[in-house]
Every structure is written in structure tokens, then in C-alpha cells.
């Protein structure tokens, strides 16, 4: 084989395994090496049978008693047994469903199994164990990978095949500079690449481990310094107004000291004839709006058009009304943009756009669409990051059109306060302001967490805030995450009616969830903003910053099937004015793990803690839900605990452009295409 032979030429392939194999990405023999395990077996020690140790997953060498015999137990069950014995001891071993290993078990003959022993009263006992001949055993006596697999691809024939790929293949070129080698004391490639899959010990998996995991980190770092060094570089609008004593006159408050800094910082970079890319991190309700609010009040005031991008609809339309009260004073006009707009309200604001009659436009991903041109476009906000990848921030920017070297400015804010060790990934392309404080006279949100016995006290409670002139918001799990009638889900709109009707009927129940037409949307959320409804159920729609400060009181149903993150910002929606306010948690879930994970919210408001344990519960890789920042999958390193590989690799990449801040030098060329290459790999590696 070479490295181009296509996997379904190989033995043991054939047609169906080959488009198996291709659903995770391997093609071609020269594929296999790069595919890496994700875990492993440690198979090294084969035990005597009354030696292994009960419960656990390992290898025993027996000799089988006798030829393995089918027994019935009932209709399309096929059971085979068998005894085993060793000198000491003898055990019974069952297989379900795999007659071929009456052809393949042979009386007398010796084996090495893995799986787990058991204890049945005094004997003991395995039921379907991986088999193979003591003789020459390839499994087992080894740390063996364990890959991702998908439906009809064995671990056995994957393993096969990257063990096949090793021995003949060339193994693939070294990717970093000696010097890096040597001064981070990483395993060069060759070596690595054959212990990544089949280390001789733990030494050797974490060399390997180590070694790609500061390659990773060390392109990541290497392509999010360039980018970040390029747009530095490149031309921006550079605001000509730059005094922002105008704007603190139209706001009804005073900004914190948080606020003012971010804006300020800000607001320098926005007078650099240079583009800012700028990320405004701030906990929920810590007034990133205000901030967002000044640098397009700058940009307007400079003679430049601003686009601030909202990830839903509810929230778009928020902003626009809000920032329209409070510029309007000014003679700055706001516009919005939705997908569900009629097409002739949509169009007069395209076409203001365009002429440049139109300084300042809120919308939602439409206005990445096709037909939204600017006129003169020099700042883009997106606010609520996490929603949106890389690229649509960039598409977006791209909108500013013009010479090749410009960018419009970049603020980009999230609520979602991200452990710094993502940060520096997720947002590696960006400078960072945090506000970290709330504004005054808040109080902090009390939070509880009950179980169904409760639900008649917790409506009496409800009752009692709507008496005192407050308002409730009710989340049930979205309409359509109802799945095969699990019935004690709420399902959201059957809950509002029996609310409405039967719990409350004195009072006004509003409704308001993803599945429903933009105008009946818009219209539950104005009859809750102006205090019409006073209990609002609602799916997780109203998760992102929707700002009702009346509110006081958040029940969240089911409130297990959330992550913590999640909850953190549906709990941001109360707790924005003056009045005490509430968090209920609903769950009558019972097991231990569930109860730690939400009592967490019970004892702290503080979302970067909030983060860091949903982060070490649930991994990074599934933090975002999905992969929405926009980045390269990361394949060995763990975010988590690779923080100082992680801080090698980027001092690496820092120093490496310090002296070399194009790549220009021959020996650092294949390091650019490399980088390149990770940037612009296949689509679907990018979200
Ligand atoms: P978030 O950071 O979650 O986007 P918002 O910008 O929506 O927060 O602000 C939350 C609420 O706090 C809003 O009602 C806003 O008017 C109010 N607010 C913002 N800044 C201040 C401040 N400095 N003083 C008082 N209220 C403020
Ligand atoms: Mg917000």
C-alpha cells in the first residue's frame, strides 16, 4: 500500500466497510495514521482466572473444556456457552447472539479473553468476551486505541488497518522546527505518531499526547496571532468624533466604572486609523447595550453607518426599540432588519441602507443576506457572540466592501462569561474587555431549587409578585423537544392554557415560543413589556437578553435538561431593576449529579464560576452546545487540562512572529502553509 491506495482496495474492506469508513473521514491508507484514538485499553496484563480482578475489563488466558454448546432460552435469543479452565480454576463463558463462535471456539485449545469477570456466588463468569488465540495474540498483552466508530466499522478492523498503515507507510513529516522541538523537550513525529496509537506505556501516550496537543495549540495560536496581526495592520475608518459627553447626556443612568472603561477603551481604539476587534465580555444584565450603544453613537456621529447583529429575532427587535428611544433625542435613527419583515418594509430599509439615508441598522443574520449593501459601513457589532462563528462576524464585516485593505471596526459582545482558558482560544483573534460589575442597587437573585410537592406553594408565590406590581416569566422546554410522548414534559402550549384557564384565571397569561409568526412573537413580548401580561411562559427563546427590569420572578420547568451556562443567562432575565427577584428551579430529578449540578446555581450569581463547573461537568467540547466559535476541531488537546501545553504553545507562537512576524524565512514557510491550510481546511471543520 502507499499512502493514495483507497481504503476499499485493502483486505478485509470491501464496498459497504469502505463508505463506513469514509463517514469518518478516511479514504485513503494515508488517512489512517492521522485518525487519532480516542481512548485506550490497557491490555497488557493477562491474568489467571482466579487472579483477574472481579469487575473490571481485562485479559484471562484459559483453555476451553469443551466444544462451546448452544442453548435456548427463548425465541431469537441465541445463547452459546462454554467452560474454560486454567491450571487453578475453571469459569463459564456465554455469548449472546454470536453463533459463529461455536465454529470458532475449539476444545483444547488456549485463549486470551477480555471482558469482565464476574462473580456468580462462588464461580465466576464472563458473558461475551473478545477472543483471540493465546498463541500468537495481537490484542491482547498491549495498550490497545480504542477509535469513534460508526456502524459497521469495527475497533478490531480500524485498529487493524492503522497498525497495517504504520508498518508500511512512511510515517508522515516532522511539522515543527527542530529548535522547537528541543527547547519545549516535545517527542519528535516519527516516534509520536506510532504511540499515539499503540504506546508501549504510559510514558510514551503522554509524550505522544503532549506532543500533538502543543502542535495543535501552537497553530491555533500561530493562525489567531496572525489574523489578529493582519487586521491590525490593514486601514480602518479611524471615527473622527471622539467625545462621548453627547451620549452620556441621552442615557437615563450613569454608567458603572466598568461600563465607562470598556467604552472608553473602546472608543480610543475607534479613533485609530486602524480596525478595532474588540470583545465585551460582561455577565448577564452588566449593561453591555450602554457600551454598544456609545460606539455607535460615534460612528453615526463620524459620518459611518453601524450594524449591530442579534442571534434572534425577540432580541433584535428589543435593541431597536430600545436604542431608538435613547438616540432618537440625538436625530439618530435606528432601522431593523428581520428575516420575517414584509417585503416592502424590508425593502425601504435596504434602500436606506444603501444610500446611506439610514446611519444605524439592528437585525438578525438577514442582514448577512445577499441584498443588504451600505453605504458607507464602519462599525459592526454582534452582540451575543457564542450564536455566531468566526466567519459570520467576518461576512459581516465584509459588508464595508471598498479597498482591499479595509475593515470596518468590530465590537462583539457575550454574555457568556467563558473560563479564560477558551477565551484565549475562542476569542485569540480579539482584545478583551470585561465589565465586571453590575450596575447599583441590584440585588442579587435568590435562587431555589424545588420538587413537584411544591408546585402549589410556588403558584401562591407567583401570585404574590404579580400582587406587588410584578411580573413572572415560566420556561418549559421548547415545543418541539417533546418527544415520544413524554408526557410530564410541559409541553409550552398546552402549560399556558391550563395556566391561563384553570391556575390563573384572574390574571393574564401570555405565550411566546420559537415555533410561533414573527407578529404574534413581537406582540406577546410588547404586551409584556408594557406590563399587560403579568406571567409570561415561553420556551428558551427568552434566554438571550431580553430586558424586562418589572420582572421578578423566572420559574424555570424541568430545569435538569439544562446546562448550567444556560440557566445562568435564562436567570439574567430577572434581577434588572430594583426589586428583589426570584430564580425557581423545578426538577423533581433524583440522582446525585443532577442535584450537585444545580445547586451550584442556588449558591452562586457569579457567571465565570458558573462556567468553570459547567466546564469541568460537561468538557469543552460540548460547552457551546455545538461547535459554534467558528474554529478548527481541536483533536488531542483537552482545553481543560492542557492549560500549560496550551501557554507553551502560544508563548511559542508569540516569539516565533516577534522575530519572523510575516513567516517569511525559508525555514518558517511550511509553518505558514500549514497554518493556512488549518484555516482554510473544508467547510464543516469551520463550524
Ligand atoms: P446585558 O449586559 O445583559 O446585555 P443590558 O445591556 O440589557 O445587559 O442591561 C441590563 C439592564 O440594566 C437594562 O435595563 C439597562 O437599561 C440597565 N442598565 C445598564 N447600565 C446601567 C447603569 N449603569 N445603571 C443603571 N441601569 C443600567
Ligand atoms: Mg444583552
Known amino acids: 500500500m502507499d499512502v493514495n491506495t483507497p481504503l476499499r482496495e485493502l483486505p478485509g474492506v470491501g464496498e459497504a466497510r469502505a463508505k463506513g469508513l469514509e463517514k469518518l473521514g478516511l479514504r485513503v491508507a494515508g488517512d489512517l495514521v492521522g485518525y487519532f484514538p480516542r481512548s485506550y485499553e490497557d491490555r497488557r496484563q493477562v491474568y489467571a482466572i482466579a487472579e483477574a480482578p472481579v469487575g473490571e475489563l481485562c485479559c484471562v488466558r484459559v483453555m476451553a473444556a469443551e466444544e462451546p454448546r448452544r442453548m435456548r432460552i427463548r425465541r431469537g435469543l441465541d445463547v452459546t456457552r462454554l467452560k474454560v479452565v486454567d491450571g487453578t480454576s475453571a469459569m463459564l463463558v456465554t455469548f449472546f447472539n454470536q453463533g459463529y463462535v461455536r465454529q470458532a471456539l475449539h476444545r483444547g485449545e488456549e485463549y486470551i479473553l477480555y471482558g469482565r469477570v464476574e462473580l456468580m456466588g462462588i464461580h465466576r463468569q464472563m458473558t461475551n468476551p473478545q477472543f483471540e488465540g493465546a498463541e500468537r495474540p495481537w490484542a491482547c498483552g498491549r495498550i490497545m486505541p480504542v477509535y469513534p466508530l460508526t456502524a459497521g466499522i469495527t475497533n478490531h478492523l480500524l485498529a487493524g488497518l492503522v497498525e497495517r498503515a504504520l508498518r508500511e507507510l512512511p510515517p508522515p513529516a516532522e511539522t515543527l522546527p527542530d529548535s522547537l522541538l528541543a527547547r519545549h523537550r516535545l517527542a519528535p513525529a516519527a516516534e509520536c505518531w506510532r504511540s499515539i496509537h499503540f504506546p508501549a506505556d504510559e510514558a510514551a501516550l503522554d509524550a505522544a499526547r503532549r506532543r500533538f496537543a502543543f502542535e495543535e495549540l501552537f497553530y491555533l495560536s500561530l493562525g489567531l496571532a496572525l489574523l489578529r496581526e493582519r487586521r491590525s495592520r490593514g486601514r480602518g475608518p479611524g471615527f473622527g468624533e471622539t467625545d462621548l459627553e453627547g451620549f452620556y447626556q441621552l442615557l437615563p443612568f450613569t454608567l458603572t466604572g466598568a461600563q465607562r472603561r470598556a467604552l472608553e477603551t473602546a472608543a480610543a481604539d475607534l479613533a485609530l486609523p486602524r480596525p478595532m476587534n474588540r470583545l465585551v465580555q460582561g455577565d448577564v444584565g452588566s449593561g453591555k447595550t450602554a457600551v454598544a450603544a456609545g460606539c455607535a453613537w460615534l460612528a453615526v456621529r463620524s459620518g459611518w453607518q453601524c450594524a449591530m447583529m442579534a442571534p434572534t429575532e425577540i432580541l433584535a427587535e428589543q435593541h431597536a426599540k430600545t436604542l431608538s428611544a435613547m438616540l432618537a433625542p440625538a436625530g439618530i435613527e435606528v432601522g431593523l432588519l428581520t428575516g420575517s419583515m414584509k417585503v416592502s418594509e424590508k425593502r425601504k430599509v435596504l434602500a436606506a441602507l444603501e444610500s446611506g439615508a439610514l446611519p444605524f441598522v439592528v437585525g438578525t443574520h438577514a442582514l448577512l443576506s445577499q441584498g443588504v449593501a451600505f453605504h458607507r459601513l464602519g462599525l459592526v457589532i454582534t452582540d451575543e457572540q457564542h450564536r455566531f462563528g468566526v466567519e459570520q462576524r467576518a461576512a459581516l464585516a465584509a459588508k464595508a466592501g471598498g479597498e482591499e485593505d479595509f475593515s470596518p471596526n468590530v465590537l462583539v459582545m457575550s454574555a457568556t462569561p467563558i473560563p479564560r482558558t477558551l477565551a484565549l482560544i475562542i476569542y485569540g483573534d480579539l482584545d478583551v474587555s470585561v465589565i465586571d460589575e453590575l450596575p447599583p442597587g441590584r440585588m442579587p437573585v435568590k435562587t431555589v431549587l424545588v420538587g413537584e410537592s411544591k408546585r402549589q406553594r ?81 420556551t428558551t427563546v427568552i434566554e438571550v437578553g431580553v430586558d424586562v427590569p418589572n420582572a421578578s420572578l423566572i420559574i424555570i420547568e424541568n430545569a435538569d435538561r439544562y446546562g448550567l451556562s444556560q440557566l445562568h443567562q435564562l436567570r439574567g432575565r430577572v434581577g434588572r431593576g430594583k426589586h428583589q427577584s426570584w430564580c425557581v428551579l423545578v426538577s423533581d430529578n433524583r440522582s446525585p449529579d443532577t442535584r450537585a449540578r444545580l445547586k451550584v446555581l442556588t449558591q452562586t450569581n457569579d457567571g465565570f464560576k458558573i462556567a468553570e463547573e459547567d466546564l469541568k461537568l460537561r468538557g469543552p467540547g460540548d460547552f457551546f452546545g455545538e461547535r459554534q466559535h467558528g474554529l478548527p476541531a481541536l483533536r488531542v488537546a483537552d482545553l481543560e487540562t492542557d492549560t500549560r501545553v496550551l501557554k507553551e504553545a502560544q508563548e511559542a507562537a508569540a516569539e516565533l512572529l516577534a522575530a519572523d512576524p510575516e513567516l517569511t524565512e525559508l525555514e518558517h514557510r511550511p509553518l505558514l502553509e500549514k497554518v493556512r491550510r488549518l484555516f482554510e481546511e473544508d467547510p464543516d471543520r469551520f463550524n
Not at 466 to 482: D, T
Not at 487 to 506: C, H, I, M, N, S
Request: charged fraction near 25%; glycine fraction near 8%.
Open 458 to 538: 410556588m403558584y401562591g408565590f407567583v401570585r404574590d409578585q404579580v400582587k406587588e406590581g410584578r411580573q413572572v416569566y415560566i420556561v418549559c422546554p421548547a415545543v418541539e423537544e417533546n418527544p415520544d410522548g413524554a408526557w410530564d414534559l410541559k409541553a409550552v402550549t398546552e402549560y399556558a392554557r391550563v395556566l391561563g384557564e384553570q391556575v390563573f384565571p384572574d390574571l393574564h397569561v401570555g405565550l411566546v415560543h420559537g415555533r410561533m409568526k414573527a407578529k404574534e412573537k413581537e406582540a406577546a413580548m410588547a404586551a409584556f413589556t408594557a406590563g399587560e401580561t403579568h406571567i409570561l411562559v415561553s
